[in-house]
């Protein structure tokens, strides 16, 4: 069971923006341990998207966007393209379990 | 650019070991920046972090698997391994290797995987 929580499912119109938590706790986000998300297209292994809460890797568009405040991240795409239908899943680290922890994963859709 | 390639046997019988190799090219295991990582994704669910480990052997486990984990690394191959015994049907998952890199955030020790495999399926079945 994934200790950080995310909408399992969020949807927008083509052009629109959409923005996903993932929360958390004392013990991972809250205790200031960075967030970092992945894409996963259908049948495709995930795509680092964001490191360290707001860094884009080279090639990824600057329609993503990612923030953390307390024991919370969140994730923006602005103007959603029909190819950004995948699952999105943020990742950080917990002290209670000593490891790496990813989030329940968040499938986006594009109407 | 690196690469990273799981091999191993895609199916496996319940109550024996998995073991699954990913060959790194293209970049050296033995760099001091990197962890090396194994996630696994059971059929139509999220991710889930094995464990990892640095080129010097250091390795981190899940702690949900620990007891049933060995994993190990071949810097002379640019390879490492995992063995996961005593299996059953929840193991069956696709499984990934990736590359890890730190952030030096405000924290340290949050590393993100910024190069994966392509992933291979163990399926856990008699």
């Known amino acids: 069971q994934s200790v950080l929580t995310q909408p399992p499912s969020v949807s927008g119109a083509p052009g629109q923006r959409v923005t996903f938590s993932c929360t958390g706790s004392s013990s991972n986000i809250g205790a200031g341990y960075d967030v970092h998300w992945y894409q996963q297209l259908p049948e495709t292994a995930p795509k680092l998207l964001m490191y360290g809460n707001n860094n884009r890797p080279s090639g990824v568009p600057d329609r993503f966007s990612g923030s953390k405040s307390g024991t919370s991240a969140s994730l923006s795409i602005t103007g959603l393209q029909a190819d950004d239908e995948a699952d999105y899943y943020c990742q950080s680290y917990d002290s209670s379990l000593n490891g790496y922890v990813f989030g329940t994963g968040t499938k986006v859709t594009v109407l | 650019q690196v690469q990273l390639q799981e091999s191993g046997p895609g199916l496996v019988k319940p109550s024996e070991t998995l073991s699954l190799a990913c060959t790194v090219s293209?970049?050296?295991?033995?760099?001091?920046?990197?962890?090396w990582g194994w996630i696994r994704q059971p059929p139509g669910k999220g991710l889930e972090w094995i464990g990892s480990?640095?080129?010097?052997?250091?390795?981190y486990e899940n702690p949900s698997l620990k007891s049933r984990l060995i994993i190990s690394v071949e810097t002379s191959k640019n390879q490492f391994s995992l063995k996961l015994n005593s299996v059953t049907a929840a193991d069956t998952a696709v499984y990934y290797c990736?590359?890890?890199?730190?952030?030096?955030?405000?924290?340290?020790?949050?590393?993100?995987?910024?190069?994966w495999g392509q992933g291979t399926l163990v399926t856990v079945s008699s």
């Open positions: 990736a590359r890890q890199r730190e952030f030096r955030g405000a924290r340290a020790g949050t590393y993100y995987c910024d190069s």
């Open positions: 480990i640095y080129y010097s052997g250091t390795t």
């Open positions: 293209g970049g050296s295991i033995s760099s001091s920046d990197n962890y």
